[in-house]
């Protein structure tokens, strides 16, 4: 069935550093791939998304690009603030047909931790 | 800017009793997902529905809980009789199903402890 993997956190970073949150997934056809973002006390938002090979979502200073030939969609920010801190999570969306679910359900990763100190 | 409202926000009763949780999804929007969320387990698909109708509802315990859409604006997830394993926050996300795919709106939760 469909999975996602992504990186274990918490991740600390320092305000204004590089942000990578590596994320990879399987799934049996070409599934459309989020990732939300989750504050503390608040439900999932939707951060960005793409929907076909070598797509690239972008919002908010993030970036993520669907890369089909190594499965994955990687997050990205150049600078952080203490504002991103946050709970991330990267998931998958593939057509009933392909992965046999009885709708266009979210698979998600366990999600990564951020936390940006001043 | 549309939302998903779900009430309420935190709810604390013990055991036995019985919990609704209400959603109001998106206008427009033609499927309502019920997520739960804890800690162990992290997000749980419980029940999906499209054009009101329930098409999936397999990670659901049947025995206590039970998901409706009364109308197009309301959509419900009840549990009886609740129990402390059933604490976590209950997430409620709609969404438009187009021929391109699908992406998922989610409200802010329902955070249930039972005692």
């Known amino acids: 069935g469909d999975s996602v993997t992504q990186m274990e956190g918490p991740v600390t970073l320092s305000e204004e550093a590089f942000l990578t949150i590596n994320c990879t997934y399987t799934a049996t056809g070409y599934p459309s791939l989020f990732w939300y973002v989750q504050y503390p006390g608040e439900g999932l938002q939707l951060l960005l998304k793409?929907?076909?090979?070598?797509d690239k979502g972008s919002n908010k200073g993030f970036e993520a690009t669907y890369r089909k030939e190594t499965t994955s969609f990687h997050l990205e920010k150049g600078s952080v603030q203490v504002s991103d801190s946050a709970v991330y999570f990267c998931a998958l969306s593939d057509h009933p047909l392909n992965s046999g679910a009885g709708s266009y359900q979210l698979t998600f990763g366990k999600g990564t931790k951020l936390s940006v100190i001043p | 800017d549309a939302r998903v409202t779900q009430t309420p926000r935190d709810k604390v009763t013990e055991m036995g009793q019985e919990v609704t949780m209400r959603c109001q999804p998106i206008?427009?929007?033609?499927?309502v997902f019920w997520y739960r969320q804890t800690m162990m387990q992290g997000l749980e698909l419980l029940a999906y529905?499209?054009?009101?109708?329930?098409?999936?509802d397999s990670g659901m315990p049947k025995d206590r809980f039970s998901a409706e859409m009364p109308d197009a604006t309301l959509a419900t997830l009840k549990i009886q009789p609740s129990e402390p394993r059933d604490s976590a926050v209950y997430f409620c996300?709609?969404?438009?199903?187009?021929?391109?795919?699908?992406?998922?709106?989610f409200g802010p939760g329902t955070r249930l402890l039972v005692l």
């Open positions: 206008l427009g929007h033609n499927t």
């Open positions: 996300a709609s969404g438009l199903t187009t021929p391109g795919g699908e992406t998922q709106y």
């Open positions: 793409a929907t076909k090979a070598d």
């Open positions: 529905f499209r054009n009101r109708a329930p098409l999936d």
